[in-house]
């Protein structure tokens, strides 16, 4: 198994909502990441989990709450959200921190409007 | 901190050959990667240069010169699914984060 499986594909919520993306690999990877994209924008970091422990926040509002559960899911919790995080947001794994990592494998993304 | 620098966009024709240059300044390197991403999809890996040289892999080559923080992307008869962005990305000095390229957009025209 060589994908990141992302769901939803598509969310529309409201700013009072609360609604979670998630995400699951079977690859063995140890860090996976969330990146948040904008149109015709290049993806840009917002947390990085390494063997399940959060290793880098890139200062993003709290309205953003990453979770992860075990090594092969990953959690993103919305909550209060804003209509300029509209956005595409991908998730990814790589091997962990070894020189071997070098690698990003995405998943098809999940695509959130917030009315 | 690091930047990228690729230009927004290059036209090319059907079987020919492109070049997508991308420089960098970064804290620490660990690596140049590219990245292909057509409308509505995911980026998806194409390439990795950890020392200087070429990488070759099919119609796709990728070039780095650490001495010049500078590296390339070569795509070879061209064919129409290659209109697409193209991202080049640097892996920081702690290894963990990967950080893009404004990203080039390449047209393909018949």
């Known amino acids: 198994d060589t994908e990141v499986t992302q769901t939803p594909k598509h969310l529309v919520m409201g700013m009072t909502n609360k609604k979670s993306l998630k995400c699951e690999q079977h690859m063995g990877h140890r860090a996976m990441y969330w990146y948040k994209q904008k149109a015709k924008k290049p993806p840009e970091l917002m947390f990085v989990?390494?063997?399940?422990?959060?290793?880098i926040n890139e200062s993003v509002p709290s309205r953003f709450s990453p979770e992860c559960p075990n090594s092969s899911l990953l959690n993103l919790h919305l909550h209060a959200l804003q209509p300029e995080d509209s956005a595409l947001y991908l998730c990814?794994?790589?091997?962990?921190?070894?020189?071997?990592?070098?690698?990003?494998?995405f998943g098809a993304g999940s695509r959130l409007t917030v009315l | 901190g690091q930047s990228l620098e690729q230009p927004s966009e290059v036209t090319a024709v059907e079987g020919a050959i492109v070049q997508i240059n991308c420089t960098y300044q970064?804290?620490?390197?660990?690596?140049l990667s590219w990245y292909q991403q057509h409308d509505g999809g995911a980026p998806t890996f194409l390439s990795y240069?950890?020392?200087?040289g070429l990488e070759e892999t099919g119609r796709f080559s990728s070039f780095l010169s650490r001495s010049d923080s500078y590296g390339y992307l070569l795509l070879q008869e061209l064919q129409m699914k290659d209109s697409a962005s193209y991202f080049c990305a640097v892996r920081d000095n702690y290894g963990q984060n990967f950080v893009f390229g404004p990203g080039t957009r390449l047209s393909v025209l018949p």
């Open positions: 240069n950890g020392l200087d």
């Open positions: 989990y390494s063997y399940e422990k959060l290793s």
């Open positions: 970064t804290s620490g390197f660990y690596g």
């Open positions: 990814a794994s790589s091997q962990d921190r070894t020189t071997g990592a070098n690698v990003l494998t």
